[in-house]
């Protein structure tokens, strides 16, 4: 019988296992941004769970906010971010993040939830469970459906894959894969970070079976990462298991042949691998291309984002852009090479380094806050590694035959190197909900490491106290009115952060009644009206649920000038279809008013106006906007000379009759 006061303690390590499952996992083929606003959902409903929890506890028992060692520089981190969002850019889309990516305010709280949660709940008892939680539950799935893909690329003859993905969702050719992250470059970078924790649970588990699957899901995750062609995942992979081999030395040398066997299996996983990828893509020329930094390759492509970011940082040193807001303005800041290889059309949707993300979002302070979060990380690391290691000889001393290392010994050199493999594959990929997330939850572990280890002293020079220090009186932290009204709180932001998905679930199902509406249309002739009609209430319904998304009124207004474009010239039907157009266009550069794109084409749905409108003070208004809005685009991407192109057709159109050069 669990006791009362222990009760929360147990659901809030239950819950904290579940999201280590389910956000890397989660992913629904009926929504539009397939991958990420699910496991955005699930994470900050989550999120707002485990605070109603940690409140609860804190007022029916006792404090649970014990000092982690970490807590200033994660705060002060989060206090930026959200300063930073107030005076952003774009603070609507600083606060949720841009539509396919949310990493903005909401998302950064709650990892700092899920850190917090980590820290105050996990001990170094249960790190072996915690880690196989992770690992097998998370990583195996990932590698489980990932393998799906490496066998319907290997023998496409035959498909495992329940999933129908076309060509407009395969982010890559030939056979890269992404299983339930999106991207390979993600899932490369999640296979990096769980590969270390695999071979620290061998050494973990004396259990044969257990050690069988966990070396199964080690094996299948290295042919699975192989086939990824992250480069920068590759490296991370060296990275990861090259500190776990610096850190385990001592163990090492102790048994050697284990070791021999692990790398030897390891070795021959990757080189499996490489013959079922040479076919189609050469691993030399992959590797080759890594160092290319001439021409449009994906090295001298992130370098020039890199320095984008440096260019926005440098425009707004103290606040930055704003969290999340570097792909709305990059065509502003893309630089003369990219501007010449895409003719000013280059678009990217994040800096792809960690670093660089953080200086352009949070400014020069809040990538100084970021370094000192890994430096003060890096020393109770040091710290907590030196401890146990002095324990582990102490014990050695005691008895005859030397014993085998501590589990705490183990899993801490396994969670510091699938740290340092995230940093790396980091420095070259955009942030990710599912792998970030395992970043915040390593970095808790290794705090709940040191909090259970290190001594009273030692754990007051990193920042908090240790579990053997003396326990703060049990005393009530709020009064339970306050704590009823905080969970009514929590429950509301569940709700509203759910909208986001829910949103995205009628954006779907409108464009496949949209779709299946135009098959008829191209193969009858005709256009069913109600299906049509459908389709168009579900898209203006995704709209009202999240009326902060640009992407839904945008697409209303695309759609609504195909329409137009269908009519005859000047009809009454056709202005009504410009007119729906131009308000959905008007609502789109509302919320993302750098959108260069969005911009040019409202402005050519004005100018389409100028040209048909039988009222000639319609025209000559229709003619104004559309110039204004072409200087608006020409701001927000001046490397793109067809809009100036534009700009001057328009200046030159004749209002006093329907004649237009456009």
Known sequence: MIAAADRWLVARRGLLLLLAVAVPVVFDARTVDVFNVSKFAVLVVGAAALVGLLATDAVRHRPVFRRTGLEWPVLGLLALTALDTAFSRNPRLSLLGAYGSYDGLLAAVAFAVVFFAVAWSFGARQLRTVLTVLYVGAGGLVVAYGLLQVHDRTWPGSRWDWVHWGESASFAKGTAIW???????????????????????????????????IS???????LALVQTTARGAWLATVAGLGVLGLLSLPAIRRKPAVVVAVAGALLVATLAAGVLLEPTRGIADKVASALDLSGDSSASQ?????????????????AGIGPDVYGSIFPAYQGGKLATIYDGMSLNNGPHNVFMDKLAALGYPGLAVF????????????????????????????????PPEPEPLIALVAILAALVAYLVQASFDVQQIGVTFCFWFLLG????????????????????????????????????????LGLVVVVAVAIVAVRPYRADLAFG??????????SVREEFGTEPVDAAAAAARSIRGAARLNPWEPSYPAFLADDAARSAARLPPGSPEQLAELTAAGREYRRAAR?????????????????????????????????????AALRRAI??????RHIADELRKVQRMAMDTLATVL
């Open 591 to 627: 919320l993302a008013p750098s959108d260069a794109l969005v911009l040019q084409a409202y402005a050519k749905v004005l100018v389409a106006v100028a040209r048909n409108d039988p009222d000639l003070a319609h025209r000559r208004s229709a003619k104004a906007a559309a110039e």
């Open 635 to 640: 701001r927000a991407n001046p490397f793109n």
């Open 216 to 222: 199964a899901i080690a094996v299948a995750g290295l």
């Open 371 to 402: 370094v000192v979060l890994l430096a003060m990380a890096t020393g109770l690391a040091c710290r907590t590694y030196r401890r146990l290691r002095q324990l582990a000889r102490h014990v050695e001393t005691e008895v005859a035959a030397p």
């Open 179 to 213: 299983s339930t992250l999106g991207n390979p470059n993600h899932l490369g970078g999640f296979l990096a970070v769980m590969l270390p924790i695999g071979v620290g649970l061998l050494a973990l588990w004396r259990d044969r079976r257990i050690r069988a699957v």
């Open 302 to 318: 992130r370098v020039e984002f890199w320095k984008a970011a440096a260019r926005m940082a440098n425009d707004r040193p103290l």
């Open 445 to 484: 572990l290794l705090c709940a490491t040191a909090r259970d280890t290190l001594a009273p002293g030692e754990m007051e020079q990193a920042g908090g106290p240790s579990e053997a220090a003396p326990k703060v009186r049990s005393r009530r932290v709020t009064p339970p009115l306050i704590a009823a």
């Open 509 to 518: 199902s409108g464009l496949d009644r949209r779709a299946g509406a135009q």
